[in-house]
């Protein structure tokens, strides 16, 4: 929920959160999400293409750590945007990284442990100023 907080409190025209909870989206479309994806039913790559209109989103994160969040975030980011690796690998089972395909659409694929302490200065800032709780 927090990249979801941060990303409305930046001003991220649309926030499309996935989870396999229904109480977690709602929590997420009370925070900020303009859209949400439930995993469990829907599929997560072909969804997010059709609300990005086939283009993909410029930028995904992947908070959760399996290895379906992490082939999900990857298909449905957009040529030339950035996926974001937040959530350690957990479940015993690797991701497929399709290395050609990342090449072939310019992908940048970050590693993150969260927060950098350098960075915290600017989420103060956006908790001080009530963009952020």
């Known amino acids: 929920l927090s990249c ?3 990303a409305a ?5 649309q926030i499309i959160a996935v989870d396999v909870s229904d ?3 709602e929590k ?9 994806i439930n995993a469990k039913t829907i599929d997560v790559q ?3 293409s059709e609300l990005t209109n086939g283009i993909g989103a410029d930028l995904t994160i992947d908070a959760a750590g399996f ?10 980011t957009r040529r030339g945007g950035r996926m974001v690796q937040v959530g350690l690998p957990i ?11 990342i090449a072939g659409r310019e992908l940048e694929i970050v590693g993150s442990h969260g927060c950098d302490a350098r960075d915290m200065p600017k989420i103060l800032s956006l908790v001080k100023s009530g963009k952020l709780e």
């Open 4 to 6: 979801v907080m941060i």
């Open 9 to 13: 409190a930046y001003g991220a025209k």
């Open 23 to 25: 109480l977690a989206l």
């Open 28 to 36: 997420a479309k009370e925070v900020g999400a303009t859209e949400i």
């Open 46 to 48: 072909k969804k997010v």
């Open 67 to 76: 290895k379906a969040t992490c082939e999900d975030a990857i298909h449905s």
């Open 91 to 101: 479940g015993g089972q690797n991701p497929i990284v399709p290395m050609g395909m």
